[in-house]
């Protein structure tokens, strides 16, 4: 699964998703993205889910690009354990998704071809998107 290499923390703190992403709101690399409507965390499985299933529907045309990397350890107590004794294990690695960030990148696919891929991904994602084109960073309906 997707974690980083090296971190400077074991564990953090949990953090809010209130508010707009900071960086990475408008196209870099493709013609067409995925943009998030509504703050989440995604778990790293759910990314792999989604690469996974932008492969299969790509086949050999184009390319894509992953703007999302879990980054942060979300811990977790065993069950039936009692209060204290320290923050829980590392269970997941999650990256924090924030309002109008864009998720995923289509390079050199038609506009038919980009809302069939990327309307099939957004299933296997944990909120709501709107599919964005390059040209004035325009919603594409």
Known sequence: ML??????????????RKGLSKGARDLAFGDFGLQAVEAVWMTAQQIEA?????SKKMKKTG?????VFPDKPVTKKPAETRMGKGKGNVEAWVAVVKRERIIC???GVD????????????????????????????VVQ
Do not use: C, D
């Open 50 to 54: 989604m690469r996974v299933s932008i």
């Open 3 to 16: 974690m980083p290499k090296k971190i400077k923390f074991r564990k953090v703190q949990r953090g809010r």
């Open 105 to 107: 990148e289509l390079i």
């Open 111 to 138: 506009e038919a071809s980009a809302k069939e891929i990327l309307k099939a991904v957004t299933y296997k994602l944990p909120m709501k998107t709107r599919l964005i084109r390059k040209a004035n960073q325009e």
């Open 63 to 67: 390319s894509y690009v992953i703007r």
